[in-house]
């Protein structure tokens, strides 16, 4: 690799940008800078004062070939146009100086809310020369159109809008300091001794400035290329694994002898968005989480270690990815189908998206075997073991190269396999299901799933919770002994809110319920249904729920009892036995007891209120 590091002047930058000569890979990140920033980049500028080393790459290289783009805010009016140089590092301060100081001089940024405004910027002339030392309070950034308004929009502060306008106040806009209208225009303002001076002390300096760069030449390596951009974007925002490995793919010179095309990255992902987008319960699989399911892979058949760590992932070889991207994509659809036969349908419900990294994995190297009656009840179990065990919400990337080396065998009934991990490990506590308040936990999501499981029907329609029918009916969790119906009667909101008092219902027969006691609404839902109290008891008992005690109002005795029918399911599910740890003389005492049970911090809005609130 050889490199140069010439002094680029800003004049002959700005052009080169302009016309399309310096341009970025196609993968790097949009514009993200605000007002605040390129404004004190332009107060570095006409100080004078370095603004950092910009890296470019010259193109032309067999073993590097990126896909360029034109810098944010260039129009190339003729067309594709390929660049001499592409910028590797320095791509926010270059779209920065070229909107600010070219064209027009509108920024499209954002301001200190993050919402999204045009800005233009100028010099205060009077400010300048008063004080060259103290330039922060010359330069202004004012809106695109030259106008600062208040009182909603009634009262204009400052127009700057004309040549006129800007020459009465003076404020020199910085889109002419390079161009030659500047000195004409400075020669319009009104007290040629200040204009003088500020031609002397802050436009000709800033004409002058020289942006130092590193520029790697035409030999560079595509391994170097992939180490710079690894270690030197750390302006603006630092790129993704995902960003880096494409980077490190579209200089797979190999590969274009071989097909004679580049490999884009970016437009692989997009085969994987599409199956995304047609199983929208996979949504929280992103660009990182699919590149992790490939490491997975790839690390498992190799000599080293299995693993997903996302370092680890910028030692892909492209070799390897075109191996197992496609065999990951079909396994997501498998995913997809496993997720809905555990009830679980949206991807908001899903408990841990990095768990599905894992599983997606395993059916990759298990095949059709993992639908194997004893095979798929062994994965049930581990994924339930992971869920309801709450382990996969930290050190998640050690954990899923432990389960890809120790679940195949284990599921396959081998011979003196080892039990994985995530199932040894797993626990479950009596008293968690006090603490289960919201969709924060991932055990919380595990046991809504589960309670649509075993010919669970809603209690109005008589519908079964599966995909069609959890949607088609806006299924949510719902309070069994409505809040209202509990405030009033003293139940104390650790009980209140737990999972043990909720259910999945569908939206009208939660409205149905309204606040009233149970023993009001079964009633009621006896008529509303058209069927004897008997068939609904049927319906109703399917969720774990004493309807006798439901009938009754019987707060306590239907908590007491759904919680140890919970605690069957949670049982059931993990394949083990979970830990008995709540004080059976608890309920009446309410928040004596409370102070002992795990909590979990509640979301602003709780996710079974969230719509209604006739609970």
Known sequence: MGFQTPQHPLKELLPMIAKGEIQIPDFQRGYVWDEERIRSLLVTIAHGHPLGVVMMLQTGNDQVRFKPKPIEGVDLEQGVVEPALLVLDGQQRLTSLSQALWGDGVVNTYDARKKFVKRRFYIDIE????????LDEAVKSLPGDGVIRENFDRDVILDVSTR???????????????????TEWLFEYGDLSVAKAFLNTVLTPMQSYAIPSIELDKQTTKEAVATVFEKVNTGGMKLTVFELLTAKFAGDGDYYRKTGTDFRLKDDWQKTKAVVESYPVLAGISETEFLQAVMLLTSHHSEKATTARKEDILDLRLDDYLIWADPVRDAMVWVAGFLDTEHIHTSRDVPYPTQLVA??????????????????????????????????????ESRMARDVDQVPEWARGGEGATVPRTVEDANFVESRLHSLKTRNAAAYKGIHALLMANDTKDWLHNQPFDRAHYLNLVVDIHHIFPKAWCQKNGIDAELRESIVNKTPLARKTNQLLGGASPADYMRKLDAKAKISAAELDAIVAAHQIDTAALREGSFERFFTHRREALLKLVEQAMGKRAARDVDRDSLSGGSESADA????????VDGDDASFTVD
């Open 127 to 134: 400010k300048a020369v008063e004080d060259p030392r103290n």
């Open 164 to 182: 006129a306008k800007q020459l009465e106040h003076g404020y020199f806009p910085v889109n002419l300091v390079y161009d030659e209208k500047g």
């Open 359 to 396: 599983l997606a994995a395993l059916r990759v190297l298990m095949g059709d075997d993992i639908d194997i009656h004893g095979v798929r009840a062994k994965i049930r179990q581990w994924y339930w073991c992971g869920v309801l065990g709450e382990l996969y919400s930290s050190a998640t």
């Open 597 to 604: 049970f795990l909590s979990e911090p509640d979301d602003p």
